[in-house]
Nanobody, 115 residues
């Protein structure tokens, strides 16, 4: 049974940092590319970061480059998103995503950036 479980969200002031995590189970985690997406109220879900198997390649949407870092620990079946210098516009529900398994989305973890 495939599961993706996000954690680590919270409320932080602008300029602060958070690390969100996503633990996968029920599939060969190390063989899959992993994505982080986010969805803010009233907006479409958008991709944030991508990491390929073996962490050979990472990629980010322009608005988070230099502030966010995606990483993975295949021994723990976990993908992380380290978010630094957070801005109010980063406020959203953050989801991890994997293509080729079902369900391919977790339940999300809320990140709120507010003073």
């Amino acid at each position: 049974q495939v599961q993706l479980v996000e954690s680590g969200g919270g409320t932080v002031q602008p300029g602060g940092s958070l690390r969100v995590s996503c633990e996968g189970s029920g599939f060969a985690f190390s063989n899959y590319a992993m994505w982080w997406y986010r969805e803010a109220p009233g907006l479409e879900r958008e991709w944030v970061a991508l990491i390929l198997p073996g962490a050979t390649v990472t990629n980010y949407r322009d608005s988070v480059k230099g502030r966010f870092t995606i990483s993975r620990d295949d021994a723990k079946n976990t993908v992380y998103l380290q978010m630094n210098n957070l801005k109010p516009e980063d406020t959203a529900m953050y989801y991890c995503h994997v293509k080729g398994v079902e369900p391919s989305w977790g339940q999300g973890t809320q990140v709120t950036v507010s003073s």
